[in-house]
């Protein structure tokens, strides 16, 4: 299906100055750059979280024009607004699945995880009552500790899937603690650990599931043997990498964070800034405020050490990050209501990226992406 440009917002629906504009050029060119290093194996961008803050609507319905094998999401509830959305490539869900749920993943065509015996035998109980043949993918824990069963006990879990009349096996995964990570032991271990896994179905003569996958956004880039039939990549699809080593393959952010000078004033010394009167100035200094604070995601641990870009130019945010405002000093510098300012992105070679926001609140970029949450609107830009 291709994509509905009455789901892509244009600028003149939009009013709120701070919004999130999305490079669909980007995420195509990140999309086509993953595929072509991994082919031939099949590929699942992994759409969970709101696709990493870029919309999951908007973007599940650009992969699936762009021809990607398999979305993969984390809860139910991604799974069903995708469906109904009218997104028709298959879906996984990755994470684990309580029986009162199994029957939405049927009624959706929605592909289970499984990651226990007695989980699998719940699902083939629901698809028999319901007269259905389910969609399942097995969970192998290698060394994550999360959900899915145990490398060491995944014998008799293979077997019972065999077992079960009404499921169709079509997918056997697991996922790596450390692949983004310099030290790739345990990466490697895991990966031992899951060929190991696979070993059951050549000694017993009996055909491995169609898809057997392993490989996030870290052993994309670092681990070529983890390909298997499918990658599953997730943040470096959007752009970001998922540490700081592996560039193996070139990806650029698809994201960009704006908004817009509300007001202007001159802050003078004695009069300090914001809620805990946290920072003043030393001298007569000029300062603009921006509509975005906390309550958009960006988050209030960054104050005294945020930045961002007006006119080209880099100044500090000053005082505490508000819910809704934001306090930035340009010094003696002009700006005037209405000017853009760069929360996230580059204009003419000065840049402000989702790590130097991850560094400034002291936690990693998968943080602010998915953060950025809904009273920020979304722009699709061609
Ligand atoms: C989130 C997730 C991914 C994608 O991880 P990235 O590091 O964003 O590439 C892949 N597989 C599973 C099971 C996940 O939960």
Redesign the pocket.
Known sequence: MPISHATISTTEDIVRPTLVEVSLARLRDNFHAIKEYVAPAKM?P?L?ANA?GHGLVQVAQFMQELGADYI?V?VLEEGVLLRQAGITIPILV??GVLGNQIPHFLNHDLTITASSIAKLQNIDGAAKELGRIAKVHLKIDTGMERIGVHYYNAEGFLRSSLACQNIFVEGI?T?FAN??AADLRHARLQLQRFQDVLSFYSRHGVERPPLVHA????A?LQLPEARFDMV??????YGVY?SDVGRSVIVKPALTWKSRVVYFKVITPGHPVGYGSRWQTDVATRAVTVPVGYGDGYFRSMSGSAQVIIRGAKYPVVGAISMDQIVVNIGDDSAYNDDEVLLIGETNGTSITVEDLAAWAGTIP?EILTNINTRVPRLYME
């Open positions: 699942m992994i969970k990493y993969g984390a990755l994470g995964y996922h692949a983004d490989a996030n956004s870290g994309v599953r990549p997730g943040i470096m699809l998922p998968y």
